[in-house]
Protein backbone atom coordinates (compact mmCIF):
# COMPACT_ATOMS: atom_id res chain seq x y z
CA UNK A 1 0.00 0.00 0.00
CA UNK A 2 1.89 3.36 -0.76
CA UNK A 3 1.75 6.03 1.01
CA UNK A 4 -1.65 8.14 0.22
CA UNK A 5 -2.53 10.75 2.67
CA UNK A 6 0.45 10.68 4.61
CA UNK A 7 1.72 14.13 5.47
CA UNK A 8 4.98 14.87 5.07
CA UNK A 9 6.67 18.31 5.77
CA UNK A 10 9.78 19.67 3.33
CA UNK A 11 12.06 22.20 4.90
CA UNK A 12 14.14 23.58 1.94
CA UNK A 13 15.52 26.97 1.08
CA UNK A 14 16.63 26.60 -1.95
CA UNK A 15 13.09 26.80 -4.38
CA UNK A 16 14.25 24.74 -7.36
CA UNK A 17 15.52 21.58 -4.65
CA UNK A 18 11.98 22.17 -2.49
CA UNK A 19 10.07 21.73 -5.83
CA UNK A 20 11.43 19.36 -7.23
CA UNK A 21 10.88 17.29 -3.71
CA UNK A 22 7.32 18.62 -3.84
CA UNK A 23 6.70 16.81 -7.29
CA UNK A 24 8.40 13.93 -7.14
CA UNK A 25 6.60 13.04 -3.26
CA UNK A 26 3.57 14.08 -4.52
CA UNK A 27 3.55 11.28 -7.57
CA UNK A 28 4.29 9.09 -4.70
CA UNK A 29 1.55 9.68 -2.72
CA UNK A 30 2.15 12.28 -0.01
CA UNK A 31 0.41 15.31 0.95
CA UNK A 32 3.00 17.88 1.12
CA UNK A 33 3.69 21.16 3.40
CA UNK A 34 6.46 23.26 2.28
CA UNK A 35 8.77 25.57 4.23
CA UNK A 36 10.88 27.39 3.27
CA UNK A 37 13.06 28.40 6.35
CA UNK A 38 12.75 26.81 9.89
CA UNK A 39 10.63 29.25 11.40
CA UNK A 40 7.81 28.27 8.77
CA UNK A 41 8.35 25.08 9.65
CA UNK A 42 8.14 25.46 13.69
CA UNK A 43 4.78 27.53 13.13
CA UNK A 44 3.02 24.94 10.77
CA UNK A 45 3.70 22.59 13.39
CA UNK A 46 2.41 24.71 15.85
CA UNK A 47 -1.06 25.38 13.73
CA UNK A 48 -1.19 22.12 12.17
CA UNK A 49 0.44 19.95 14.71
CA UNK A 50 3.28 17.22 13.46
CA UNK A 51 3.10 15.29 9.82
CA UNK A 52 3.86 12.05 9.19
CA UNK A 53 7.47 12.68 8.54
CA UNK A 54 10.01 15.77 7.81
CA UNK A 55 12.22 15.88 4.85
CA UNK A 56 15.13 19.00 6.75
CA UNK A 57 17.80 20.80 5.03
CA UNK A 58 20.52 21.32 7.22
CA UNK A 59 22.03 25.06 5.49
CA UNK A 60 18.46 27.40 6.16
CA UNK A 61 18.24 31.22 6.33
CA UNK A 62 17.71 31.68 10.08
CA UNK A 63 17.64 28.97 12.27
CA UNK A 64 19.16 26.18 10.70
CA UNK A 65 18.34 22.88 10.59
CA UNK A 66 20.17 21.77 13.16
CA UNK A 67 18.45 23.97 15.15
CA UNK A 68 15.02 23.29 13.89
CA UNK A 69 15.54 19.46 14.45
CA UNK A 70 16.40 20.19 18.36
CA UNK A 71 13.18 22.97 18.69
CA UNK A 72 10.87 19.55 16.54
CA UNK A 73 12.36 17.03 19.49
CA UNK A 74 10.71 18.98 22.51
CA UNK A 75 7.68 17.74 21.23
CA UNK A 76 7.66 15.25 18.46
CA UNK A 77 8.90 11.94 18.31
CA UNK A 78 8.23 12.32 14.05
CA UNK A 79 10.21 10.54 11.61
CA UNK A 80 13.29 13.08 10.41
CA UNK A 81 15.78 12.76 7.51
CA UNK A 82 18.22 15.08 6.49
CA UNK A 83 18.68 15.99 2.91
CA UNK A 84 21.84 18.21 2.90
CA UNK A 85 25.19 18.92 0.93
CA UNK A 86 27.10 19.06 3.78
CA UNK A 87 28.73 15.46 3.77
CA UNK A 88 31.18 15.50 6.32
CA UNK A 89 31.26 13.27 9.10
CA UNK A 90 30.94 15.71 12.09
CA UNK A 91 27.58 17.26 10.59
CA UNK A 92 26.20 13.76 9.72
CA UNK A 93 26.91 12.76 13.53
CA UNK A 94 25.79 16.47 14.70
CA UNK A 95 22.27 16.01 12.91
CA UNK A 96 21.98 12.17 13.83
CA UNK A 97 22.57 13.91 17.38
CA UNK A 98 20.19 16.68 17.17
CA UNK A 99 17.45 14.10 16.80
CA UNK A 100 17.52 13.32 12.95
CA UNK A 101 16.22 9.35 11.97
CA UNK A 102 18.27 9.28 8.83
CA UNK A 103 20.79 11.26 6.70
CA UNK A 104 21.06 11.64 2.83
CA UNK A 105 23.77 13.87 1.03
CA UNK A 106 22.98 16.07 -1.65
CA UNK A 107 23.01 15.93 -4.74
CA UNK A 108 20.57 12.85 -4.56
CA UNK A 109 18.62 10.80 -6.53
CA UNK A 110 14.55 10.87 -5.49
CA UNK A 111 14.59 7.07 -5.61
CA UNK A 112 17.02 7.22 -2.82
CA UNK A 113 14.99 9.46 -0.55
CA UNK A 114 11.95 7.57 -0.95
CA UNK A 115 13.48 4.29 -0.66
CA UNK A 116 14.40 5.96 2.72
CA UNK A 117 11.04 6.88 3.56
CA UNK A 118 10.03 3.62 2.88
CA UNK A 119 11.96 2.28 5.22
CA UNK A 120 10.87 4.56 7.98
CA UNK A 121 7.23 3.53 7.16
CA UNK A 122 8.08 -0.24 7.58
CA UNK A 123 9.73 0.73 10.89
CA UNK A 124 7.03 2.77 12.16
CA UNK A 125 4.66 -0.32 11.87
CA UNK A 126 7.32 -2.93 12.52
CA UNK A 127 4.76 -5.11 15.25
CA UNK A 128 4.65 -8.05 13.46
CA UNK A 129 3.31 -11.81 15.30
CA UNK A 130 6.98 -11.92 16.56
CA UNK A 131 6.99 -8.75 18.63
CA UNK A 132 8.17 -8.88 22.00
CA UNK A 133 4.84 -7.92 23.64
CA UNK A 134 6.31 -6.51 26.85
CA UNK A 135 9.43 -6.62 28.74
CA UNK A 136 11.05 -5.63 32.29
CA UNK A 137 14.42 -4.42 31.48
CA UNK A 138 14.95 -3.06 34.82
CA UNK A 139 13.10 -4.30 37.77
CA UNK A 140 14.47 -1.91 40.32
CA UNK A 141 14.03 1.05 38.20
CA UNK A 142 10.44 0.06 36.74
CA UNK A 143 11.74 0.26 33.16
CA UNK A 144 9.70 -1.66 30.82
CA UNK A 145 9.45 -2.26 27.48
CA UNK A 146 5.88 -2.86 26.11
CA UNK A 147 6.73 -3.01 21.77
CA UNK A 148 2.86 -4.01 20.81
CA UNK A 149 1.74 -0.07 22.75
CA UNK A 150 4.81 1.82 21.29
CA UNK A 151 6.27 2.48 24.84
CA UNK A 152 9.09 2.45 27.24
CA UNK A 153 7.67 3.81 30.50
CA UNK A 154 9.81 3.89 34.17
CA UNK A 155 7.14 3.57 36.54
CA UNK A 156 4.37 5.52 35.72
CA UNK A 157 6.21 7.92 33.48
CA UNK A 158 6.59 6.96 29.94
CA UNK A 159 9.83 8.07 28.28
CA UNK A 160 9.26 10.01 24.83
CA UNK A 161 11.98 7.90 22.67
CA UNK A 162 12.00 8.36 18.50
CA UNK A 163 11.33 5.85 16.26
CA UNK A 164 14.47 4.63 16.05
CA UNK A 165 15.68 4.84 19.12
CA UNK A 166 12.39 2.72 19.62
CA UNK A 167 13.35 0.28 16.98
CA UNK A 168 16.96 -0.14 17.87
CA UNK A 169 15.72 -1.52 21.58
CA UNK A 170 13.08 -3.76 20.44
CA UNK A 171 15.67 -5.12 18.23
CA UNK A 172 18.19 -5.70 21.17
CA UNK A 173 15.09 -7.17 23.53
CA UNK A 174 14.28 -9.86 21.06
CA UNK A 175 17.42 -11.30 21.82
CA UNK A 176 18.19 -10.33 25.47
CA UNK A 177 22.09 -11.08 26.56
CA UNK A 178 22.67 -11.79 23.30
CA UNK A 179 25.53 -9.75 21.33
CA UNK A 180 24.28 -7.35 18.49
CA UNK A 181 27.06 -6.25 16.23
CA UNK A 182 26.83 -2.76 14.86
CA UNK A 183 26.17 -4.63 11.02
CA UNK A 184 23.38 -6.42 12.36
CA UNK A 185 21.66 -4.01 13.59
CA UNK A 186 22.25 -1.29 10.55
CA UNK A 187 20.75 -4.02 9.07
CA UNK A 188 17.88 -4.88 10.86
CA UNK A 189 17.14 -0.87 12.32
CA UNK A 190 17.93 0.90 8.75
CA UNK A 191 17.21 -2.18 6.57
CA UNK A 192 20.78 -1.74 4.95
CA UNK A 193 23.84 -0.18 5.49
CA UNK A 194 24.60 4.19 6.10
CA UNK A 195 26.92 4.92 3.91
CA UNK A 196 28.99 2.00 5.16
CA UNK A 197 29.42 3.89 8.69
CA UNK A 198 28.34 2.37 11.15
CA UNK A 199 28.84 5.34 13.68
CA UNK A 200 24.93 5.54 12.96
CA UNK A 201 24.47 2.91 15.51
CA UNK A 202 26.82 4.37 17.73
CA UNK A 203 24.96 7.75 17.96
CA UNK A 204 21.39 6.33 18.33
CA UNK A 205 22.98 4.21 21.22
CA UNK A 206 24.14 6.96 23.31
CA UNK A 207 20.65 8.92 22.51
CA UNK A 208 18.89 5.93 23.72
CA UNK A 209 21.25 5.75 27.02
CA UNK A 210 20.24 9.38 27.61
CA UNK A 211 16.41 8.43 27.87
CA UNK A 212 16.67 4.96 29.45
CA UNK A 213 19.48 4.25 31.71
CA UNK A 214 20.03 6.18 35.28
CA UNK A 215 23.08 6.78 34.45
CA UNK A 216 24.16 6.87 31.10
CA UNK A 217 27.79 7.31 31.97
CA UNK A 218 27.67 3.67 32.98
CA UNK A 219 25.05 2.22 31.21
CA UNK A 220 23.56 -1.45 32.59
CA UNK A 221 20.64 -1.64 30.61
CA UNK A 222 22.49 -1.47 26.89
CA UNK A 223 25.68 -2.86 27.37
CA UNK A 224 28.82 -1.91 24.83
CA UNK A 225 30.59 -5.63 24.44
CA UNK A 226 33.81 -3.54 23.01
CA UNK A 227 34.68 -4.90 19.46
CA UNK A 228 31.71 -7.13 19.34
CA UNK A 229 28.83 -4.66 19.47
CA UNK A 230 25.86 -4.14 21.88
CA UNK A 231 23.68 -6.19 24.39
CA UNK A 232 20.77 -5.64 26.18
CA UNK A 233 20.60 -7.36 29.63
CA UNK A 234 17.45 -7.43 31.43
CA UNK A 235 17.45 -7.02 35.06
Not at 88 to 113: M, R
Not at 175 to 200: K, T
Not at 201 to 223: A, G, N, Q, W, Y
Request: with cysteine; net charge negative; charged share 30%.
Amino acid sequence: MGPVGVRLLIVEDDDRVRASLRLALEDEGYTITEAPDAETALDSLNRLGPPEVMVVDLMLGGMDGFGCIRQVRRTSDLPIIVVSARADTHDVVAALEAGADDYVTKPFEIKEITARLRALRRRAGASGPSAVPEVVLDAETGLVLSQHAGTVRRGDEELHLTLTEFRLLCELAEEPGRVLSRQALLSRVWDRGFFGDERIVDVHVRRLRTKIETDPSEPRTVVTVRGLGYRLDVR
